[in-house]
């Protein structure tokens, strides 16, 4: 009765699972060849894939024509290789997302079942992250560095949990891999020492070392070589930079977990209390303690990983990615857990059934909560007529063309680009809480500021925000025309909404 019990829980959480992973890639597809951006950082990337296709640096001094992000530059070089076979790179961009998605939800499944979790709980914690989607941003598929950067990482954990007969060479390789995260987005470094840590408890001596040095002389040779290449600004975009952000101390102690961690996954967190309660019932005391040393590895590193990047100002919800591939693997755990205490022949105790319900029940909960309206991803057609309206618009516009939140859209329109607006943010705030940055930025920052002013621009594109409205003013010389009165905008359907609000021509004298 208990194993028939079991079979038609996993069943339901099963069907759930795949329902969650049928609505992620029906977006995922559905917006992926779409041409404009449905976050707008987007912009920002974009701009990074061309000048890799130039063959142009990508680490150089902040101007107007290009100011880099304050990632390393992996994801950038992957996309491209697809854009040379594509021909498209907003395309390429998310396909390589969506792949790695992908990768994750394939790395999640084998994380269960190094942990012993059958095939049928291994899928439900795949599920559990996929339905994550919305509540992540609906970053998944995004054209962004975070998904790729957490799918090598999990391939990273496998090759190092797995046991294997090749601890060295396989020891290497993970090195390499988790080395090729942090070249993606540097936030995979603070996994290392969990991982060593939890390959010398296990006395896994030389898939210990290897990995160590493996990672190391990767690491090393990478960060030397481009430091090298850039004169210095390597190291200064991707670690100087955002160790001058300011950080939100009440993030880090407490408003993580009580704005964004309890509120959108209670019943994960239920499910892994039950699964402690469990192991008291059963007094395992084996079982709880590699159960810990398990979460020590995993949950932990990722759990930080979400919480420095949340903490960071403008920080945003696919800050949660991390945590939340932790929390599926973990809460999964949890059912099996229960499920085995129950369907043992000698645990058969009214009280282990009734555990394994709650969990159960819990994670049937969890799924219900993370459910979304999949349709206000996908961009209307209209957001797409008036992305080509704006491509008609700029290219019959006197240049050169200002566009700060979407400089892509002058490539596409055969224009000259210029910075995204977000590096400039990044930079600008890192010099206002750094004196030493102050110092090195001034310069640049004022060329930047100076070229605004200098009245060279002919034609600005301005974003639903006042940033530039100082610059582009009818006392400075622009008449300005709404948009989006009389046709619908380019709106950005993903993260926060950005939508091209009204052109700026310059009518070449200041207003008397």
Not at 224 to 240: A, D, H, P, Q, R
Not at 380 to 394: K, P, V
């Amino acid at each position: 009765m208990n194993r028939k019990t079991t079979t038609f829980v996993e069943s339901i959480l099963g069907g759930l699972s795949i329902i969650a992973l049928c609505a992620y890639f029906y977006v995922a597809f559905s917006r992926i060849a779409y041409p404009f951006t449905i976050e707008w950082a987007e912009s920002n990337t974009f701009l990074h894939v061309v000048r890799v296709l130039e063959g142009k640096p990508i680490f150089v001094p902040p101007s107007y024509d290009f100011i880099p992000m304050i990632y390393t530059p992996f994801y950038y070089y992957i996309v491209a290789i697809f854009a040379q076979v594509t021909g498209q790179i907003m395309f390429s961009m998310r396909l390589v997302s969506v792949l790695a998605s992908l990768l994750i939800f394939i790395m999640i499944y084998a994380l269960c079942r190094l942990r012993q979790i059958t095939p049928q709980s291994s899928i439900i914690a795949v599920g559990l992250f996929a339905a994550s989607y919305a509540v992540t941003g609906y970053w998944f598929d995004v054209g962004r560095v975070d998904i790729l950067y957490l799918a090598l990482l999990l391939t990273g954990y496998v090759l190092i949990i797995a046991q294997t007969k090749r601890d060295n060479a396989v020891g290497v390789i993970a090195g390499i891999v988790v080395f090729l995260s942090f070249a993606t987005k540097q936030s995979a470094l603070l996994a290392i020492p969990f991982l060593l840590f939890d390959l010398i408890l296990k006395r896994r001596w030389m898939k210990a070392l290897w990995l160590g040095i493996s990672f190391a002389l990767s690491c090393g040779l990478f960060v030397v070589l481009m430091n090298t290449v850039s004169k210095g600004w390597f190291w200064i975009y991707i670690y100087e930079i955002p160790s001058a952000h300011p950080i939100s101390w009440g993030m880090v102690t407490h408003d993580f977990w009580i704005s964004y961690i309890f509120p959108n996954f209670p019943w994960m967190i239920m499910a892994v209390i039950l699964a402690v309660i469990v192991l008291l019932v059963l007094h395992d005391k084996v079982g709880a303690f590699n159960h810990a040393v398990f979460v020590f590895t995993l949950f932990l590193p990722l759990s930080i990983m979400s919480i420095a990047s949340m903490a960071k100002q403008w920080g945003y919800i696919n800050g949660l990615l991390p945590i939340v591939a932790a929390l599926s693997i973990i809460s999964v755990e949890a059912y099996q857990l229960a499920a085995a205490a129950m369907t043992s022949s000698q645990n058969s105790a009214w009280n282990l059934k009734v555990l394994y319900y709650l969990v159960s029940v819990s994670i049937i909960f969890q799924f219900v909560g993370l459910r979304y309206d999949f349709r206000t991803q996908i961009p209307t057609q209209a957001s797409l007529d008036a992305g080509e309206r704006i491509i008609s618009i700029l290219r019959i516009s006197k240049g050169p063309v200002f566009i700060p939140t979407s400089p892509y859209l002058l490539y596409m329109a055969d224009q000259q680009t210029h910075f995204q607006a977000s590096s400039l943010g990044d930079l600008s705030l890192a010099a206002q809480h750094d004196p030493a940055l102050m110092k090195l930025f001034k310069e640049y920052l004022d060329r930047i500021s100076e070229h605004l002013l200098s009245k060279s621009i002919k034609t600005a594109i301005l974003p639903n925000a006042n940033w530039y409205d100082g610059v582009f003013s009818i006392e400075n010389g622009h008449d300005c025309e709404s948009l989006v009165t009389d046709h619908p905008p380019l709106i950005t359907v993903t993260g926060a909404v950005s939508y091209l609000d009204r052109i700026c021509r310059f009518h070449g004298g200041d207003a008397k």
